[in-house]
Protein backbone atom coordinates (compact mmCIF):
# COMPACT_ATOMS: atom_id res chain seq x y z
CA UNK A 1 0.00 0.00 0.00
CA UNK A 2 1.51 3.43 -0.87
CA UNK A 3 2.40 5.52 2.36
CA UNK A 4 4.21 8.31 0.41
CA UNK A 5 2.20 11.11 -0.30
CA UNK A 6 4.38 12.67 -3.29
CA UNK A 7 4.15 8.91 -4.86
CA UNK A 8 0.52 8.82 -4.77
CA UNK A 9 0.91 12.80 -6.49
CA UNK A 10 3.00 11.71 -8.59
CA UNK A 11 0.64 8.64 -9.79
CA UNK A 12 -2.28 10.55 -9.61
CA UNK A 13 -0.74 12.65 -12.43
CA UNK A 14 0.21 10.01 -14.41
CA UNK A 15 -3.22 8.90 -14.40
CA UNK A 16 -4.77 12.35 -15.45
CA UNK A 17 -1.78 12.28 -18.77
CA UNK A 18 -2.81 8.39 -19.25
CA UNK A 19 -6.51 9.97 -19.72
CA UNK A 20 -5.53 13.16 -21.61
CA UNK A 21 -2.71 11.98 -23.81
CA UNK A 22 -4.92 8.35 -25.58
CA UNK A 23 -8.54 9.88 -26.07
CA UNK A 24 -9.90 8.60 -29.55
CA UNK A 25 -11.68 11.71 -30.08
CA UNK A 26 -9.33 11.70 -33.49
CA UNK A 27 -9.57 7.96 -34.03
CA UNK A 28 -12.31 8.34 -37.23
CA UNK A 29 -9.35 10.88 -38.75
CA UNK A 30 -10.32 9.10 -42.33
CA UNK A 31 -14.23 10.60 -42.25
CA UNK A 32 -12.55 13.72 -41.66
CA UNK A 33 -9.88 13.78 -44.17
CA UNK A 34 -12.30 12.47 -46.83
CA UNK A 35 -14.79 15.63 -45.63
CA UNK A 36 -11.80 17.80 -46.46
CA UNK A 37 -11.60 16.28 -49.81
CA UNK A 38 -9.14 13.83 -49.56
CA UNK A 39 -9.08 10.42 -52.08
CA UNK A 40 -9.43 6.99 -50.36
CA UNK A 41 -5.85 6.86 -52.20
CA UNK A 42 -4.40 10.32 -50.37
CA UNK A 43 -6.19 8.89 -47.15
CA UNK A 44 -4.08 5.48 -47.62
CA UNK A 45 -0.82 7.58 -48.19
CA UNK A 46 -1.29 9.12 -44.86
CA UNK A 47 -1.71 6.31 -43.01
CA UNK A 48 1.27 5.05 -44.56
CA UNK A 49 3.80 7.74 -44.11
CA UNK A 50 2.45 7.92 -40.53
CA UNK A 51 3.62 4.04 -39.65
CA UNK A 52 6.94 4.71 -41.52
CA UNK A 53 7.65 7.67 -39.67
CA UNK A 54 6.66 6.01 -36.34
CA UNK A 55 9.33 3.09 -37.16
CA UNK A 56 12.30 5.32 -37.83
CA UNK A 57 11.51 7.77 -35.16
CA UNK A 58 10.43 4.97 -32.65
CA UNK A 59 14.06 3.83 -31.76
CA UNK A 60 15.74 7.56 -31.77
CA UNK A 61 12.82 8.82 -29.16
CA UNK A 62 13.80 6.26 -26.62
CA UNK A 63 17.34 6.71 -26.69
CA UNK A 64 16.51 10.73 -26.41
CA UNK A 65 14.27 9.52 -23.20
CA UNK A 66 17.27 7.88 -21.34
CA UNK A 67 19.75 10.94 -22.50
CA UNK A 68 17.09 13.44 -20.83
CA UNK A 69 14.48 13.70 -18.62
CA UNK A 70 11.29 11.86 -18.65
CA UNK A 71 8.79 14.61 -18.43
CA UNK A 72 10.89 16.89 -21.31
CA UNK A 73 9.83 13.88 -23.82
CA UNK A 74 6.72 13.81 -22.64
CA UNK A 75 6.34 17.42 -22.95
CA UNK A 76 7.75 17.31 -26.57
CA UNK A 77 4.85 14.39 -27.25
CA UNK A 78 1.94 16.83 -26.14
CA UNK A 79 3.55 19.68 -27.97
CA UNK A 80 3.42 17.65 -30.96
CA UNK A 81 0.00 16.15 -30.54
CA UNK A 82 -0.87 20.58 -30.14
CA UNK A 83 1.04 21.01 -33.44
CA UNK A 84 -0.84 17.93 -35.31
CA UNK A 85 -4.49 18.89 -34.49
CA UNK A 86 -4.13 22.33 -34.90
CA UNK A 87 -2.42 21.70 -38.68
CA UNK A 88 -6.00 19.11 -38.73
CA UNK A 89 -7.86 21.68 -38.43
CA UNK A 90 -6.32 23.87 -41.39
CA UNK A 91 -7.55 23.13 -45.12
CA UNK A 92 -3.89 22.96 -46.37
CA UNK A 93 -4.51 19.89 -48.83
CA UNK A 94 -2.41 16.40 -48.92
CA UNK A 95 1.07 17.29 -48.38
CA UNK A 96 -0.17 19.43 -45.31
CA UNK A 97 -1.78 16.77 -43.69
CA UNK A 98 0.63 14.22 -44.25
CA UNK A 99 3.08 16.52 -42.33
CA UNK A 100 0.70 16.62 -39.48
CA UNK A 101 0.47 12.94 -39.53
CA UNK A 102 4.37 12.76 -39.79
CA UNK A 103 4.29 15.63 -35.93
CA UNK A 104 1.71 12.96 -34.76
CA UNK A 105 3.61 9.77 -35.18
CA UNK A 106 6.96 12.04 -33.00
CA UNK A 107 4.00 12.45 -30.52
CA UNK A 108 2.95 8.75 -30.21
CA UNK A 109 6.96 7.56 -30.16
CA UNK A 110 7.98 10.19 -27.90
CA UNK A 111 5.21 8.80 -25.11
CA UNK A 112 5.60 5.65 -25.98
CA UNK A 113 7.16 3.61 -23.46
CA UNK A 114 8.52 7.05 -21.86
CA UNK A 115 5.26 7.51 -19.00
CA UNK A 116 5.99 3.80 -17.58
CA UNK A 117 9.48 3.88 -16.90
CA UNK A 118 8.57 7.94 -14.95
CA UNK A 119 6.23 5.72 -13.33
CA UNK A 120 8.41 2.67 -12.22
CA UNK A 121 11.07 5.01 -11.62
CA UNK A 122 9.17 7.01 -9.45
CA UNK A 123 7.96 3.75 -7.57
CA UNK A 124 11.66 2.36 -7.27
CA UNK A 125 12.75 5.44 -5.57
CA UNK A 126 10.63 4.64 -2.78
CA UNK A 127 11.14 0.89 -3.09
CA UNK A 128 7.40 0.03 -4.07
CA UNK A 129 7.88 -1.50 -7.14
CA UNK A 130 5.77 -4.41 -5.97
CA UNK A 131 2.50 -2.46 -6.66
CA UNK A 132 3.94 -1.64 -10.53
CA UNK A 133 1.48 -4.68 -12.13
CA UNK A 134 -1.76 -2.93 -10.26
CA UNK A 135 -0.31 0.96 -11.11
CA UNK A 136 0.47 -0.44 -14.97
CA UNK A 137 -3.29 -1.97 -14.87
CA UNK A 138 -5.19 0.90 -13.72
CA UNK A 139 -2.93 3.19 -16.17
CA UNK A 140 -3.84 0.78 -19.21
CA UNK A 141 -7.68 0.48 -17.96
CA UNK A 142 -7.66 4.16 -18.17
CA UNK A 143 -6.52 4.09 -21.44
CA UNK A 144 -8.89 1.89 -22.58
CA UNK A 145 -11.92 3.71 -21.37
CA UNK A 146 -10.87 6.79 -23.02
CA UNK A 147 -9.99 5.56 -25.82
CA UNK A 148 -13.05 3.53 -26.53
CA UNK A 149 -15.20 6.31 -25.04
CA UNK A 150 -13.26 9.33 -27.22
CA UNK A 151 -14.53 7.34 -30.17
CA UNK A 152 -18.09 7.03 -29.34
CA UNK A 153 -18.24 10.36 -28.78
CA UNK A 154 -16.57 11.18 -32.20
CA UNK A 155 -18.55 9.01 -33.76
CA UNK A 156 -21.79 11.52 -32.35
CA UNK A 157 -19.63 14.18 -34.42
CA UNK A 158 -19.84 12.73 -37.91
CA UNK A 159 -22.48 14.36 -39.21
CA UNK A 160 -20.61 17.59 -39.79
CA UNK A 161 -18.70 18.25 -36.95
CA UNK A 162 -16.02 16.43 -37.18
CA UNK A 163 -13.90 19.64 -36.58
CA UNK A 164 -14.88 19.71 -32.97
CA UNK A 165 -12.76 16.88 -32.34
CA UNK A 166 -9.42 18.32 -33.34
CA UNK A 167 -10.63 21.61 -31.03
CA UNK A 168 -11.21 18.77 -28.01
CA UNK A 169 -7.67 17.25 -28.79
CA UNK A 170 -6.25 20.67 -28.77
CA UNK A 171 -7.58 21.62 -25.19
CA UNK A 172 -6.68 17.96 -24.16
CA UNK A 173 -3.15 18.33 -25.77
CA UNK A 174 -2.63 21.48 -23.33
CA UNK A 175 -3.74 19.73 -20.16
CA UNK A 176 -1.61 16.63 -20.86
CA UNK A 177 1.54 19.28 -20.68
CA UNK A 178 -0.50 20.88 -17.29
CA UNK A 179 -0.05 16.77 -15.82
CA UNK A 180 3.08 16.78 -16.97
CA UNK A 181 4.33 19.96 -15.27
CA UNK A 182 2.42 18.46 -12.06
CA UNK A 183 5.05 15.38 -11.84
CA UNK A 184 8.39 15.25 -10.64
CA UNK A 185 11.26 13.67 -12.74
CA UNK A 186 12.90 10.65 -10.91
CA UNK A 187 15.96 11.57 -9.19
CA UNK A 188 17.99 9.11 -10.37
CA UNK A 189 16.84 9.71 -13.84
CA UNK A 190 18.19 13.06 -13.11
CA UNK A 191 21.51 11.94 -12.50
CA UNK A 192 21.49 10.01 -15.81
CA UNK A 193 20.37 12.61 -17.29
CA UNK A 194 24.42 14.24 -16.16
CA UNK A 195 26.62 11.09 -17.26
CA UNK A 196 24.65 9.31 -20.05
CA UNK A 197 25.60 9.80 -23.16
CA UNK A 198 23.71 8.61 -26.82
CA UNK A 199 26.68 6.77 -28.06
CA UNK A 200 26.51 4.74 -24.57
CA UNK A 201 22.85 4.45 -24.10
CA UNK A 202 22.60 2.85 -27.47
CA UNK A 203 26.32 0.01 -26.68
CA UNK A 204 24.50 -0.86 -23.40
CA UNK A 205 21.29 -1.48 -24.91
CA UNK A 206 22.48 -3.70 -27.65
CA UNK A 207 24.88 -5.57 -25.18
CA UNK A 208 21.96 -6.29 -22.87
CA UNK A 209 20.23 -7.67 -26.13
CA UNK A 210 22.37 -9.73 -27.36
CA UNK A 211 23.80 -10.96 -24.06
CA UNK A 212 19.50 -11.21 -22.54
CA UNK A 213 18.01 -13.71 -24.95
CA UNK A 214 15.03 -13.91 -22.80
CA UNK A 215 14.24 -10.66 -23.73
CA UNK A 216 14.49 -9.97 -26.58
CA UNK A 217 12.26 -13.57 -27.27
CA UNK A 218 9.45 -11.37 -24.58
CA UNK A 219 9.67 -8.87 -27.63
CA UNK A 220 9.59 -11.08 -30.17
CA UNK A 221 6.48 -12.62 -28.45
CA UNK A 222 5.32 -9.06 -27.64
CA UNK A 223 5.49 -7.66 -31.36
CA UNK A 224 4.10 -10.59 -33.07
CA UNK A 225 1.03 -11.51 -30.67
CA UNK A 226 -0.43 -7.74 -30.75
CA UNK A 227 0.49 -8.03 -34.38
CA UNK A 228 -1.66 -11.07 -35.12
CA UNK A 229 -4.24 -9.51 -32.97
CA UNK A 230 -4.27 -6.36 -34.43
CA UNK A 231 -5.00 -7.73 -37.55
CA UNK A 232 -8.00 -9.01 -36.61
CA UNK A 233 -9.00 -6.22 -34.60
CA UNK A 234 -9.05 -3.88 -37.95
CA UNK A 235 -10.03 -6.39 -40.34
CA UNK A 236 -13.22 -6.94 -38.26
CA UNK A 237 -14.33 -3.56 -38.52
CA UNK A 238 -14.43 -3.89 -42.30
CA UNK A 239 -16.04 -7.08 -42.13
CA UNK A 240 -18.84 -5.35 -39.94
CA UNK A 241 -19.00 -2.94 -43.21
CA UNK A 242 -19.58 -6.19 -45.26
CA UNK A 243 -22.00 -8.26 -43.03
CA UNK A 244 -23.95 -4.27 -42.70
CA UNK A 245 -23.83 -4.34 -38.75
CA UNK A 246 -26.27 -1.48 -37.73
CA UNK A 247 -24.18 1.23 -36.15
CA UNK A 248 -26.08 0.42 -32.73
CA UNK A 249 -24.15 -2.61 -32.98
CA UNK A 250 -20.50 -1.20 -34.04
CA UNK A 251 -21.02 0.79 -30.88
CA UNK A 252 -22.14 -2.32 -28.77
CA UNK A 253 -19.15 -4.57 -30.18
CA UNK A 254 -16.29 -1.35 -29.57
CA UNK A 255 -18.26 -0.85 -26.18
CA UNK A 256 -17.99 -4.69 -25.41
CA UNK A 257 -14.15 -4.60 -26.55
CA UNK A 258 -13.87 -1.92 -24.46
CA UNK A 259 -15.25 -3.59 -21.37
CA UNK A 260 -13.49 -7.29 -22.03
CA UNK A 261 -10.15 -5.53 -22.16
CA UNK A 262 -10.92 -3.79 -18.75
CA UNK A 263 -11.95 -7.18 -17.95
CA UNK A 264 -8.23 -8.47 -18.47
CA UNK A 265 -6.28 -5.63 -17.40
CA UNK A 266 -8.09 -5.97 -14.01
CA UNK A 267 -6.72 -9.52 -14.08
CA UNK A 268 -2.94 -9.01 -14.81
CA UNK A 269 -1.81 -8.31 -10.97
CA UNK A 270 -3.59 -12.17 -10.24
CA UNK A 271 -2.18 -13.67 -13.58
CA UNK A 272 1.26 -12.18 -12.94
CA UNK A 273 1.86 -14.14 -10.45
CA UNK A 274 2.10 -17.57 -12.34
CA UNK A 275 5.28 -19.08 -13.84
CA UNK A 276 6.11 -16.76 -17.26
CA UNK A 277 6.24 -20.16 -19.31
CA UNK A 278 2.57 -20.98 -17.89
CA UNK A 279 1.26 -17.48 -19.04
CA UNK A 280 2.78 -17.04 -22.41
CA UNK A 281 1.55 -20.15 -23.29
CA UNK A 282 -1.63 -20.07 -21.89
CA UNK A 283 -2.28 -16.80 -24.19
CA UNK A 284 -1.03 -18.43 -27.38
CA UNK A 285 -3.19 -21.05 -26.37
CA UNK A 286 -5.99 -19.28 -26.53
CA UNK A 287 -5.36 -17.32 -29.29
CA UNK A 288 -4.78 -19.93 -31.49
CA UNK A 289 -8.57 -21.71 -30.62
CA UNK A 290 -10.25 -18.39 -31.03
CA UNK A 291 -8.68 -17.87 -34.04
CA UNK A 292 -9.11 -21.62 -35.10
CA UNK A 293 -13.13 -20.83 -33.95
CA UNK A 294 -13.14 -18.50 -37.31
CA UNK A 295 -13.78 -20.92 -39.60
CA UNK A 296 -16.85 -20.81 -38.10
CA UNK A 297 -17.84 -18.12 -39.88
CA UNK A 298 -21.03 -16.71 -38.02
CA UNK A 299 -21.39 -13.58 -37.49
CA UNK A 300 -21.69 -14.27 -33.68
CA UNK A 301 -19.01 -16.20 -33.25
CA UNK A 302 -16.78 -13.68 -35.21
CA UNK A 303 -17.71 -11.14 -32.82
CA UNK A 304 -17.10 -13.28 -29.55
CA UNK A 305 -13.43 -13.80 -31.42
CA UNK A 306 -13.32 -9.69 -31.51
CA UNK A 307 -13.57 -9.95 -27.72
CA UNK A 308 -11.69 -12.49 -26.59
CA UNK A 309 -8.51 -11.26 -28.56
CA UNK A 310 -8.81 -7.83 -27.94
CA UNK A 311 -8.69 -8.77 -24.66
CA UNK A 312 -5.80 -10.02 -24.89
CA UNK A 313 -4.49 -7.59 -26.79
CA UNK A 314 -5.25 -5.17 -23.53
CA UNK A 315 -3.56 -7.90 -21.26
CA UNK A 316 -0.12 -8.03 -22.88
CA UNK A 317 0.59 -4.31 -22.48
CA UNK A 318 0.72 -4.36 -18.35
CA UNK A 319 1.64 -7.87 -18.28
CA UNK A 320 4.71 -7.29 -20.24
CA UNK A 321 5.75 -3.72 -18.42
CA UNK A 322 6.57 -5.59 -15.51
CA UNK A 323 8.42 -8.32 -17.59
CA UNK A 324 10.42 -5.41 -18.96
CA UNK A 325 11.28 -3.41 -16.48
CA UNK A 326 12.21 -6.25 -13.83
CA UNK A 327 14.82 -6.86 -16.56
CA UNK A 328 15.21 -3.22 -17.76
CA UNK A 329 18.22 -1.56 -16.31
CA UNK A 330 16.86 2.64 -15.48
CA UNK A 331 19.43 3.72 -17.74
CA UNK A 332 18.70 2.20 -20.83
CA UNK A 333 15.20 1.70 -19.91
CA UNK A 334 13.27 4.19 -22.32
CA UNK A 335 15.31 3.01 -24.98
CA UNK A 336 15.50 -1.33 -25.04
CA UNK A 337 11.02 0.07 -24.24
CA UNK A 338 11.28 1.58 -27.48
CA UNK A 339 13.14 -1.86 -29.18
CA UNK A 340 9.77 -3.80 -28.11
CA UNK A 341 7.34 -1.25 -29.61
CA UNK A 342 10.04 -1.22 -33.12
CA UNK A 343 10.00 -4.96 -33.50
CA UNK A 344 5.77 -4.32 -33.43
CA UNK A 345 6.07 -1.25 -36.07
CA UNK A 346 8.18 -3.86 -38.07
CA UNK A 347 5.89 -6.80 -37.77
CA UNK A 348 3.07 -4.82 -38.43
CA UNK A 349 4.17 -3.45 -41.74
CA UNK A 350 5.19 -7.37 -42.97
CA UNK A 351 1.99 -8.64 -41.35
CA UNK A 352 -1.10 -6.13 -41.79
CA UNK A 353 -0.90 -5.92 -45.82
CA UNK A 354 -0.21 -9.61 -46.57
CA UNK A 355 -3.60 -10.98 -44.27
CA UNK A 356 -5.25 -8.59 -45.88
CA UNK A 357 -4.52 -9.68 -49.53
CA UNK A 358 -4.86 -13.00 -47.81
CA UNK A 359 -8.44 -12.23 -47.26
CA UNK A 360 -9.18 -10.50 -50.39
CA UNK A 361 -7.92 -13.67 -51.97
CA UNK A 362 -9.99 -16.25 -49.86
CA UNK A 363 -12.13 -14.95 -47.29
CA UNK A 364 -11.47 -13.53 -43.69
CA UNK A 365 -13.10 -16.48 -41.46
CA UNK A 366 -11.16 -18.83 -43.89
CA UNK A 367 -8.37 -16.86 -43.29
CA UNK A 368 -7.71 -16.43 -39.92
CA UNK A 369 -8.89 -20.23 -38.56
CA UNK A 370 -5.71 -20.92 -40.99
CA UNK A 371 -3.78 -18.21 -38.91
CA UNK A 372 -5.27 -19.77 -35.68
CA UNK A 373 -3.63 -23.30 -36.92
CA UNK A 374 -0.47 -21.47 -37.32
CA UNK A 375 -0.66 -20.16 -34.15
CA UNK A 376 -1.47 -23.67 -32.85
CA UNK A 377 1.18 -25.30 -33.89
CA UNK A 378 3.61 -22.47 -33.17
CA UNK A 379 2.54 -22.93 -29.62
CA UNK A 380 3.80 -26.58 -29.47
CA UNK A 381 7.26 -25.51 -30.50
CA UNK A 382 7.20 -22.86 -28.11
CA UNK A 383 5.81 -25.72 -25.37
CA UNK A 384 8.91 -27.69 -26.50
CA UNK A 385 11.79 -25.36 -26.53
CA UNK A 386 11.02 -23.56 -22.94
CA UNK A 387 10.64 -27.19 -21.51
CA UNK A 388 14.14 -28.59 -23.37
CA UNK A 389 15.70 -25.47 -22.34
CA UNK A 390 14.04 -25.68 -18.72
CA UNK A 391 15.74 -29.32 -18.73
CA UNK A 392 19.06 -28.25 -19.77
CA UNK A 393 18.57 -25.64 -17.11
CA UNK A 394 17.69 -28.33 -14.31
CA UNK A 395 20.73 -30.88 -15.20
Known amino acids: ?18 FFSYCGI ?38 LADRFTYKRMLNLSRVAALISSAMMLWQGGFWWFALSFV ?10 GTLEALVFESLKEVDQTSLYAKIT ?27 WAYWIALVLALLGIFSVFKMKEPKNHQDYEQTNTIVSIIKNAGSLVKNDRNLLSLMLFDGVIQTLISTYYYYFQNEMVVHNFPGWLVTLCLAGSALAAVIAISMSPRLLKLPQRSLLLGLTTLLAVSLLAAFNGQKVVLGIIFFITYGITALIPPVFNVYYNEKIPSEQRA ?21 GWVVSKISFSVAFGFLGIIVLLATFWLAYLTRKSKTKASN
Not at 103 to 112: C, G, K, M, R, T
Open 26 to 63: TQLWVIYLGQMGLSLVQIGLCESIFHISSMLFELPSGV
Open 1 to 18: MLTSSPIKKQLRYAYLYS
Open 335 to 355: TLLSVASLIFSVTMVVMFPLM
Open 137 to 163: SKMNSIIEVTSTGGLIFAGLLTQGHMV
Open 103 to 112: ISAWSYNLQS
